[in-house]
């Protein structure tokens, strides 16, 4: 076989296989989106009402409904850090002490310094209940934006399983119109084979 003859069935089958592969690439996208929205539904989670100025803000045309897709999830874990927000002053997780602060309870910020906390009556430090308040919220967020960060590979994945499909079925074209042609350059080599020219008049 020549070497021009094994381009060609390479053609072909490099053209099966992106269809492969593209087919292959469909289906995990499409599944991945479906096992996305069916993960969510499951948590049943409900938007809040839009006089909610964070809903307002992040998810006004979602404001009453479950969240499903990743899309609303990531609108969710916005609404769920402004909240959290709101609940500690505008302090992070960072920016507070672990403990509660003897000299101003009240103050979110708390203290690092053990000798500085507040104590129960065993006379341990208390813990900041709003910096504790932030290790459930970012446990919550990130799975929130997991979600959507999945939901968005499996959209990629969507895209390109239709660009390898199409890509394969154009080389298929071509490597089948390349074999065509050489199939009719041998017939029309082969000894007693004639050719017919119609001329128009």
């Known amino acids: 076989m020549s070497t021009r ?6 053609g072909l089958a490099a053209s099966v296989v992106l269809i492969v592969f593209g087919a292959a690439a469909l289906y995990m996208g499409i599944d991945g989106r479906g096992t996305v929205q069916d993960s969510l539904e499951q948590e049943q989670i ?13 998810a006004s045309q979602w404001a009453g409904q479950q969240v499903t897709t990743g899309d609303q999830a990531r609108a ?12 500690s ?6 920016q507070m002490g672990r403990f509660q602060s003897a000299a101003n309870p009240s103050d979110q910020k708390g203290t690092d310094d053990e000798a ?10 208390i813990a900041n209940g709003a910096r504790n308040l ?4 970012t446990a919550l967020t990130t799975a929130l934006n997991t979600s959507y960060m999945a939901a968005q590979l499996s959209v ?6 239709i660009a390898l499909v199409l890509t394969g079925f154009g080389l298929m074209i ?4 390349v074999l065509g042609g050489r199939f009719r350059e041998e017939v029309a080599a082969r000894p007693g084979v004639t050719t017919k020219v119609a001329i128009g008049h």
Not at 134 to 137: F, G, L, P
Not at 174 to 177: G, K
């Open 5 to 10: 003859r094994i381009l060609e069935w390479g």
């Open 46 to 58: 409900y938007f809040g009402e839009a006089s909610d100025p964070a809903v307002a803000k992040y």
């Open 76 to 87: 969710f874990a916005n609404i769920m850090r402004t909240h959290a927000l709101e609940s």
């Open 89 to 94: 002053g505008n302090l992070t997780y960072a």
């Open 116 to 125: 500085a906390a507040a104590k129960d009556p065993s006379g341990q430090p």
């Open 134 to 137: 932030w290790v459930t919220e």
């Open 156 to 161: 990629f994945g969507i895209v390109v399983g």
């Open 174 to 177: 071509l490597a089948l119109a």
